[in-house]
């Protein structure tokens, strides 16, 4: 097996699995249909374009820094907004309430069977056609997505989330020293419904796909004390 890593870091991310108009959530981590789409944008690809090659990754997330989930105040209607049937509305203004992550910071592995995708994706990532988000348009990377050794030949998923270093370190000492993994899995008990299917505006498409939660350990090896000895 073959693993990408990159990483999102950001003020602002936020990562919605079951949004509609009013009512904008985000998951805890990004959601698969979020990086797919942030992939699309880096190799230039539009809409209309095929996605099965890059929904197929098998996709984990490792929450190096846990999100502050917070909401942000909106509103419609200063000028007309389209209602569903069609009509513009220029009355009534709708508050939405829009959630996000702050201060949050995830390490991101896309895994496999050969690594010539991979390969392409770590070169486009590194020079994006299109511009990178977080969830949102608004919401852009604080450091860049690409990592300069996050193309992992020969090791899986797992292995590889595992193996990098903390991206951010912990806000306090007593926090702690495990960080949750989120693993794509065949079997897993948790379900989400964003496996990407078609992105066409009018045609977006989103399948289930299933997850396992783990933890890595963070904690550093323990140095071993030599006691001194006396020099008499």
């Known amino acids: 097996m073959n693993t990408l890593l990159l ?4 003020p602002m991310q936020s990562w919605g699995v079951a949004s509609n108009f009013t009512y904008r959530d985000t998951a805890r981590e990004p959601s698969k249909s979020g990086v797919v789409g942030l992939l699309c944008a880096a ?3 539009p809409r209309e374009e095929q996605l099965d090659d890059l929904a197929e990754l098998r996709m984990g997330v490792r929450a190096d820094r846990e999100g502050l ?3 942000d105040y909106h509103t419609a209607g200063k000028g007309g907004y389209l209602k569903a049937d069609g009509q513009i509305e220029k009355k009534d203004v ?3 309430q829009r959630y996000y992550l702050a201060d949050a910071s995830f390490l991101v592995g896309l895994e496999a069977l050969t690594p010539e995708l991979l390969q392409e994706l770590h070169k486009h990532l590194r020079n994006p056609i299109w511009p ?3 969830g949102r348009k608004a919401f852009v990377p604080s450091e860049p997505v690409w990592l300069k050794d996050g193309l992992k030949l020969g090791q ?9 270093e903390r991206l951010r370190p912990k806000r306090t000492r007593w926090d702690d020293d495990r960080m949750r993994v989120m693993l794509e899995d065949e079997n897993g008990e948790i379900v989400r419904q964003d496996q990407p299917l078609c992105f066409v505006s009018d045609a977006r498409r989103f399948g289930i796909r299933r997850l396992r939660a783990t933890t890595v350990d963070d904690r550093p090896l323990q140095r071993r004390c030599v006691p001194c000895t006396s020099l008499a």
């Open 7 to 10: 990483q999102l870091i950001g």
């Open 69 to 71: 989930v917070r909401r």
């Open 156 to 164: 899986d998923l797992l292995s590889a989330l595992g193996g990098h």
């Open 132 to 134: 990178l988000y977080l």
């Open 43 to 45: 190799l230039g690809r």
């Open 94 to 96: 709708v508050v939405t």
